[in-house]
């Protein structure tokens, strides 16, 4: 597997991929950093030349040819970030501070909402 499409995969599954001191580190729910971490580990080098390289593009979250809406209530989209939020021990721990980890990528869809 390319290293370009371990990390759209991994940017599916809601784990982000970033370059630290040299190091390729993932983040996000349990669950899908496990299933990935053997692909990871075998790609590290290639995934570490990639994300120095250039930066991913984010998956679209609306299809392209969506025509944009009525922008939501933000009471809704309180009520989903909370109801995830609590529920997912990675984003208490984001909502924390940054030194905690990042949300994962449902938490930080719903926190992007909310805070547009």
Known sequence: MSAQALIRQ???SGVALRLVGGKVKASGPREAVARLLVPLRENRAALADALQAEPIEPLPSNPADAAPGPAPDWHALD?????????CPTCIAAGRGS?????????????RAYCE
């Not at 009520?79 to 529920?87: G, I, R």
Request: glycine fraction near 12%.
């Open 10 to 12: 991994a940017q599916a």
């Open 79 to 87: 009520a989903a970030y909370l109801a995830h939020h609590f529920n």
């Open 99 to 111: 030194r905690y980890g990042l949300r994962c990528g449902t938490g930080a869809a719903l926190w």
